[in-house]
């Protein structure tokens, strides 16, 4: 694989991966409700969740989704449904942080919901679906494997994703003392519902290239 491409590639896929986006502010609001290792597993399920839209890429179901105007609504509602749905629930979260021998701690659901809730968030986020759709195609040598390129690609993407989410996520605990106040941590979450609403909205405003 031409190292130049490859170089070139990894550029673009970190400035990609760690701009703000649906998944950067879901581990921002991890780390402040739950420990390192929860964080750890949702930026797995981001993760997988990510590995399977780059092999849907790969497999020319990103064609499809790029020249079908009705696949694409269907994913940009699902994802915009979603972000919507999340932005509620932060809106309503009544989330305490209790301080107990200076040890920071969060009420918290089970890792399964973690899980659960950055995996559905990565497989319906048309941020990396227009990635592996529109941007992972053009850097690959066709004159070359194609699965050799795929698997070393992919495997950048995830580990500059799994990093970046978890260095947000710890960034965010690192900050957890200043809203030790429950009046700030309202803030915190009338600020991040209201982020996730607006990016749903911001979705369904998202029009098709093809169109």
Same mark, same amino acid.
């Given at each position: 694989?031409?190292?130049?491409?490859?170089?070139?590639?990894? #550029?673009?896929?970190?400035?990609?991966?760690?701009?703000?986006?649906? /998944?950067? $502010? =879901? +581990?921002?609001? &991890?780390?402040?409700?739950?420990d390192m290792?929860?964080?750890?597993?949702?930026?797995?399920?981001?993760?997988?969740?990510?590995?399977?839209?780059?092999?849907?890429?790969?497999?020319?179901?990103?064609?499809?989704?790029?020249?079908?105007?009705?696949?694409?609504?269907?994913?940009?509602?699902?994802?915009?449904?979603?972000?919507?749905?999340?932005?509620?629930?932060?809106?309503?979260?009544?989330?305490?942080?209790?301080?107990?021998?200076?040890?920071?701690? #969060?009420?918290?659901?089970?890792?399964?919901?973690?899980?659960?809730? /950055?995996? $559905? =968030? +990565?497989?319906? &986020?048309?941020?990396?679906?227009?990635?592996?759709?529109?941007?992972?195609?053009?850097?690959?040598?066709?004159?070359?494997?194609?699965?050799?390129?795929?698997?070393?690609?992919?495997?950048?993407?995830?580990?500059?994703?799994?990093?970046?989410?978890?260095?947000?996520?710890?960034?965010?605990?690192?900050?957890?003392?200043?809203?030790?106040?429950?009046?700030?941590?309202?803030?915190?979450?009338?600020?991040?519902?209201?982020?996730?609403?607006?990016?749903?909205?911001?979705?369904?405003?998202l029009k098709?290239?093809?169109?």
């Open positions: 694989m031409n190292m130049e491409l490859l170089l070139a590639y990894t #550029v673009v896929a970190f400035f990609y991966v760690t701009s703000p986006g649906p /998944a950067i $502010f =879901l +581990a921002i609001a &991890n780390g402040l409700r739950s290792p929860t964080v750890a597993i949702s930026s797995s399920a981001n993760v997988l969740g990510l590995f399977i839209l780059s092999t849907a890429s790969i497999l020319g179901l990103g064609v499809i989704i790029t020249t079908s105007a009705t696949l694409f609504m269907i994913v940009k509602v699902i994802g915009a449904l979603y972000l919507i749905y999340l932005g509620v629930k932060f809106l309503r979260s009544n989330t305490q942080i209790n301080m107990s021998n200076c040890e920071t701690k #969060v009420i918290q659901k089970s890792k399964k919901s973690y899980f659960s809730e /950055a995996f $559905f =968030l +990565a497989v319906t &986020n048309p941020k990396p679906i227009l990635f592996f759709t529109a941007i992972f195609p053009q850097f690959l040598d066709i004159h070359k494997n194609i699965t050799e390129q795929f698997f070393v690609m992919t495997l950048i993407f995830l580990c500059i994703s799994f990093c970046s989410l978890c260095t947000y996520a710890y960034i965010a605990r690192r900050s957890k003392m200043w809203l030790t106040q429950q009046s700030r941590m309202d803030w915190f979450h009338k600020l991040t519902g209201g982020l996730f609403i607006a990016m749903g909205i911001g979705l369904l405003q098709n290239k093809m169109n």
